[in-house]
């Protein structure tokens, strides 16, 4: 008896996984699914998971995003920010839908494009994740070649960058060179926002970014 799409339901802050799924199943359920829906679906070697995210989870995805955003902007370098697109690899058998990911030292190589196809393009050079509601696997990031990982947890920041194909746990993102303590910072500007709200947040952390890059 095969399972139908409309027949499975995910609450929010929860995930469902799936062994032995094929590639053509994991394409099909992307198709049928749509771009539009409120779900994530990964893949790794046959275990497909799905999950539903949280609002606290969506607002936090968010709110760094913009962080990063007004970091790139300041220290003015191009970038492309493709939220949860899909990424995937037949031949590597990943896919995976980062909570947010970005383009920056390999912006202008997908630069205009509408699709990315990792057989030609690079994948993304810095990727974020919500740990609020389960543990984001490193295996997939690692075998894509996703250079940069950020992990929050709802408290704490985790910078990983990959070193021969596996994660190491940093303090400093290399992206971001020079500027210290970004794994305390942004936590504490995620929490003002929730305060203070995001613009005057967001205001707020431009001026502190300014300062550090004056003092370099």
């Not at 399972?3 to 799924?21: A, C, E, N, R, S």
């Not at 539903?52 to 300041?74: A, T």
């Not at 037949?90 to 920056?104: K, R």
């Not at 910078?159 to 596996?166: D, F, K, S, Y």
Request: some cysteine; proline content about 4%; hydrophobic content about 40%.
């Amino acid at each position: 008896m095969q399972v139908q799409l409309k027949q499975i339901i995910v609450p929010p802050g929860q995930q469902l996984l799936m062994t032995d799924v094929s590639w053509q199943m994991y394409e099909e359920m992307l198709e049928e699914y749509g771009e539009k829906r409120g779900s994530r679906i990964n893949y790794s070697q046959g275990v497909l998971e799905i999950m539903v995210p949280l609002p606290e989870h969506e607002d936090d995805k968010i709110i760094i995003s913009n962080l990063v955003e007004i970091l790139l902007e300041e220290l003015d370098v191009e970038f492309r920010n493709l939220a949860s697109t899909t990424f995937k690899s037949e031949t590597m058998q990943q896919g995976l839908e980062a909570d947010s990911c970005f383009y920056i030292e390999n912006e202008a190589a997908v630069r205009g494009k509408r699709r990315i196809d990792l057989t030609v393009e690079p994948p993304p050079d810095l990727a974020i994740e919500i740990d609020i509601s389960s543990r984001t696997q490193l295996n997939n990031y690692e075998a894509l070649g996703v250079g940069e990982l950020w992990r929050f947890n709802g408290t704490k920041l985790e910078i990983n960058v990959l070193q021969a194909g596996r994660y190491v746990q940093v303090t400093e993102s290399p992206h971001f060179a020079g500027l210290l303590l970004l794994n305390e910072v942004i936590p504490q500007y995620l929490k003002q926002s929730k305060i203070d709200g995001r613009n005057k947040t967001m205001k707020a952390f431009r001026a502190w970014v300014k300062k550090q890059i004056e003092e370099r």
